[in-house]
């Protein structure tokens, strides 16, 4: 079993910054890709960035620039420094794990509880 922790959202002005952190644990044997997931109210949830546990990036358009994502390995942790945040940037974020468990099974996702992210004009 793992589990994702999110922490790190808020209530922020327009122009501001925060920094959301995800910490997986449980039975784990290794993460590849860790990502940032967003869904807005009435929308579908969409990508926001991923990283390789080799430290490849990947990022949506609409955060490139702003949003920086980054990992430590060693405690199976995610991070996602968000900086000139706008209203649109509204959302609750999920985090991304894709985990080995056993030397014998297959990667499998998890997801994290969520963390609200509002942003204020």
């Known amino acids: 079993q793992v589990q994702l922790v999110e922490s790190g959202g808020g209530l922020v002005q327009e122009g501001g910054s925060l920094r959301l952190s995800c910490a997986a644990s449980g039975t784990i044997l290794t993460i590849n890709s860790m990502g940032w997931y967003r869904q807005a109210p009435g929308k579908e949830r969409e990508l926001v960035a991923t990283i390789t546990s080799g430290g490849s990036t990947n990022y949506a358009d609409f955060v490139k620039g702003r949003f920086t994502i980054s990992r430590d390995n060693a405690k199976n942790t995610v991070y996602l420094q968000m900086n000139s945040l706008k209203p649109d940037d509204t959302a609750v974020y999920y985090c991304?794990?894709?985990?080995?468990?056993?030397?014998?099974?297959?990667?499998?996702?998890?997801w994290g509880q969520g963390t609200q992210v509002t942003v204020s004009s």
């Open positions: 991304y794990a894709n985990v080995q468990v056993f030397w014998y099974s297959d990667y499998v996702g998890s």
